[in-house]
């Protein structure tokens, strides 16, 4: 299994229609055949020192394999939300694992 995991930190001056259009391009991402698992969330109100609320959103993905990973990195929603939204972030930070 690939454990897929982005998190977004979205520029100063996005307005909130223009993080709720964001948010909701990132659920389409859920519609992928090749995703087993989805999770999207914001920071949860945990106060730790080791916790990091500093990002915006987090997804989460799980793919079967490798090959899977691979089809979703191609895959035409995917494209399309980083074409429409990638110009928002201010940084972005991928994690995978397996």
């Known amino acids: 299994m690939i454990a897929h995991h982005v998190l977004f930190w979205l520029k100063a001056d996005i307005t909130e229609a223009q993080k709720a ?4 391009s990132l659920e389409t991402l859920e519609k992928i055949e ?4 989805f999770h999207l969330g ?6 730790r020192a080791v ?3 500093s990002y915006t959103f987090s997804l989460l993905l799980i793919f079967e394999d490798l090959a899977a990973h691979d ?3 191609v895959h ?3 494209k399309a939300f980083l074409d429409e939204f990638k110009i928002y972030f201010e940084k972005v930070i991928i994690y995978d694992a397996n």
């Open 51 to 53: 916790v990091d609320t």
């Open 21 to 24: 259009a964001f948010r909701k």
């Open 71 to 73: 089809v979703y990195q």
């Open 76 to 78: 035409p929603l995917h």
């Open 34 to 37: 090749v995703v087993k698992t």
């Open 42 to 47: 914001a920071p949860a109100p945990i106060e």
